[in-house]
DNA sequence: ATCGGGACCTGCTTGC
DNA sequence: TGCAAGCAGGTCCCGA
């Protein structure tokens, strides 16, 4: 599913939910995720939000007392419904609101995951995170910097959380293709000033994609039950094959790190 | 230190 | 029509 402009838009379908209300309590129907959940979330009772936040791909949920991770994984989504609503397949946890709504975290992969911290930020998860594409700290000094004498093909380089958070397979190729740079370019191998254009394109493909309320493939929806509409916008992704939308030029598929990759032959070098 | 590959899990599509 | 293989938006962990 999700990368991080659909993290962001749950974050703020559920943030109006949220704010100002507690959690009355928590309902597990299956603890098994990609990590067990653990008990502090299954005893909360009663617990006022503070805030909703996101780092990378982790909502964090800021109690009285501890903060809440939620990552949607591969495949996850969060809805809010009227208490009482009928639960389906693999909606695997339930908040109950105080406002008598509930959250509810779908996830058939069941890659993601809903851990709890004492201290807010501080989960080793969060521990050893590179910047945030959409803030300070994040740019093509910082990019090539990061670059210098890696092999490492680009595409994985710009995926890799230590690098960028929240970048993604879709984004990733959405953003080399924007920069006009090859995937497979060595890392270490790309000047400058394209690494300049590339810090540019993340975040234009990256807030361009929040504004249209992320991409909808397959699992993800708004918190709402609306699809996101940045699937129309992309220009690479899934379109092996096909016509460049720029030089007409047909599309190749290759692969990286056991990712598929889409790119241009013609305006990626 | 850096890199690639396997692992986790379900469901959908493709090809024989 | 049935079945197996391959693929899917993430990312931690391991061994080379």
Redesign the pocket.
């Known amino acids: ?3 991080l402009p ?1 993290v962001e838009t749950t974050r703020r379908g559920i943030t109006p939910y949220l704010q100002g209300e507690s959690i009355r309590q928590v309902l597990v129907r299956q603890p ?1 995720l ?1 990590w067990p959940i653990p008990a502090e979330v299954m005893a909360l009772r009663d617990a006022p939000v503070l805030a909703v936040r996101r780092r ?3 909502l964090l949920v800021d109690m009285v007392g501890g903060q809440l991770l939620i ?5 996850g989504s969060l809805r809010v419904l009227p208490n009482e609503t009928a639960p389906g ?2 909606d695997h946890v339930d908040l109950l609101l105080s406002s008598g709504k509930l959250l509810r975290y779908n996830d ?4 993601g995951a809903v851990l709890w911290s004492e201290q807010p930020d501080s989960h080793p ?1 969060l521990a ?1 995170l590179g910047p945030e594409p959409l803030e300070q700290g994040f740019d093509g000094e910082w990019l090539a910097q990061r670059a210098a ?5 680009v595409k ?2 710009i ?1 890799d ?1 230590k690098t960028v ?6 984004y990733a190729q959405e953003s080399l293709f924007m920069a006009g740079i090859h995937p497979s370019r ?3 191998r790309i000047s400058r000033s394209r690494y300049d254009r590339l810090a540019q394109s993340i975040q234009q493909v990256l807030s361009q994609a929040i504004v249209a309320g ?7 929806s708004r918190v709402d039950g609306q699809p ?1 509409y940045f699937a129309q916008e992309l220009m690479v ?2 379109r092996a094959g096909e016509n460049c939308l720029v030089c007409a030029t047909k599309l190749r598929a290759a692969r ?5 990759t889409c790119y241009c032959p013609e305006c990626q070098r």
């Open positions: 599913m999700p990368e659909e098994k990609r990378a791909k982790f990552h949607l994984g591969m495949s397949k693999h058939p992969r069941r890659f998860l050893h004498g890696r092999k490492q093909a994985t380089f995926m959380n958070v929240g970048v993604g397979n879709i060595q890392a270490g992320g991409t909808t493939l397959k699992d993800f996101g992704y899934g990286h790190g056991q990712r598929s």
